[in-house]
């Protein structure tokens, strides 16, 4: 979800506003999923790298964090969403954790889209923290290094139980990753955008879905 601070700019706005714009770019995200029949949206919201950022900015994000959870769950719950967060929790501050963790137990049991939100997230770090907790289950002898596969390996990351993208959406013109679901994206399509988060509508996320659908996916086989 990029373009935030960019969207701003070039209105002449605070890069608050901005932020503002995007939350509510959310909203249209998570209803053109449900009526493309998405089950899985995940959503990057704040990156590991993202705490070098000015002090007041990362305030603002907070703070925008919290009211959108305060404000936004009850519906997300009404409307059969289920929540959840992936990330470094320790990076965060006790006040954001527990707005998590009751969203999370509020929406757990809801089935019609999972909404995946991350946060304080870094997928190298992901990968790392997951290759840790595998070897400490071998140290543990409940695996043996032979046993570890990539399906194994799997269930070690954040994104443990869901299914790897099909698609990725990234807004604003940029055309990279950004040390986002680094292994779980192996095969997902790439859709890029030029115009910033703050835009974004049900419209786009339609087209994105109709142009992956153009696509033929081969998985590295022949035609």
Known sequence: MD???????ARGLPRTVGHNSGAEAV???V?????????YLTLFGFSSENWKRPLAEIDDLMGLLKLYLRREIEELHQNGIRMQVIGDRSRLGPDVVALIEAAE???????????????SYGSRAEIVEAARRAAEAVARGELTPDQIDETRFERFLFTAGMPDPDLLIRTSGEKRISNF????CAYAEFVFLE???????????????????????RYGATE
């Open 195 to 217: 115009k910033h988060w703050p835009d974004f509508g049900q419209e786009d996320m339609k087209a994105a879905i109709a142009e992956f659908h153009g696509r033929n996916r």
């Open 181 to 184: 679901l680094l292994w779980q």
């Open 3 to 9: 373009g935030n601070g960019r969207w701003a700019r």
């Open 27 to 29: 909203r249209r995200a």
């Open 31 to 39: 209803k053109g999923a449900i009526s493309c029949g998405v089950e």
């Open 105 to 119: 137990t509020k929406t757990a049991a809801n089935k019609k889209l999972t909404l995946t939100i991350a946060l």
